[in-house]
T-cell receptor, first 112, second 117 residues
């Protein structure tokens, strides 16, 4: 079973729409959670960390459900510039140090 | 500005040749990582290092080697044993090791694209 699973999409939504991405992780010992965005042929960039109580950054809201091992990202009022691939990332510590586990990403295209 | 610098941006490898990708960070991060990304696929971990002079194999270490002689530097060598080296290589770093400093994310360099001649 993969460490992190995401719906690959693609999600094609009109400008102004609300869109939600989901992610599940397999190891309950996972400690920290993040959403990254990756533009075509570029490096991943941190979008936001995900905290247990849920957190919001402008149009973006992240939620964590530890019991269900489920993470979500909600984007409100989508902009053309939101078009990218969104990566769900989970961090866990082993006896060899911290490791980050990446989902394969969910592709979003915002249409004018 | 603090950040991670990868060089070169593009690299071409001939048959039987070893090539080295550079990664330097001035963020004072302890941990550094190398990933490979193939088109349309996710990131796969090659090697990682939590402290100087120590590193661990990731999921796809065969055909690659690394060194960590300085905290700031974590070069990756793609050896001739790696038969399918064409990919986008990403170096990352993060603060804290062994569970300390929760919620510290990874920061990425802008990558090196490696192709076979």
């Amino acid at each position: 079973r993969k460490e992190v699973e995401q719906d690959p999409g693609p999600f094609n939504v009109p400008e102004g729409a609300t869109v939600a991405f989901n992610c599940t992780y397999s190891n309950s010992a996972s400690q920290s959670f993040f959403w990254y965005r990756q533009d075509c042929r570029k490096e991943p960039k941190l979008l936001m960390s995900v905290y247990s109580s849920g957190n919001e950054d402008g149009r973006f809201t992240a939620q964590l459900n530890r019991a269900s091992q489920y993470i979500s990202l909600l984007i409100r009022d989508s902009k053309l510039s939101d078009s990218a691939t969104y990566l769900c990332v989970v961090k866990r510590t082993s006896n060899t140090g911290n490791q980050f586990y990446f989902g394969t990403g969910t592709s979003l295209t915002v249409i004018p | 500005d603090g950040g991670i610098t990868q060089s070169p941006k593009y690299l071409f490898r001939k048959e039987g040749q070893n090539v080295t990708l550079s990664c330097e960070q001035n963020l004072n991060h302890d941990a550094m990582y190398w990933y490979r990304q193939d088109p349309g696929q996710g990131l796969r971990l090659i090697y990682y290092s939590q402290i100087v002079n120590d590193f661990q194999k990731g999921d796809i270490a065969e055909g690659y080697s690394v060194s960590r002689e300085k905290k700031e530097s974590f070069p990756l060598t793609v050896t001739s044993a790696q038969k399918n080296p064409t990919a986008f290589y990403l170096c990352a770093s993060s603060k804290g090791v062994f569970g300390t400093v929760f919620h510290q994310p990874q920061h990425f360099g802008d990558g090196t694209r490696l192709s076979i001649l």
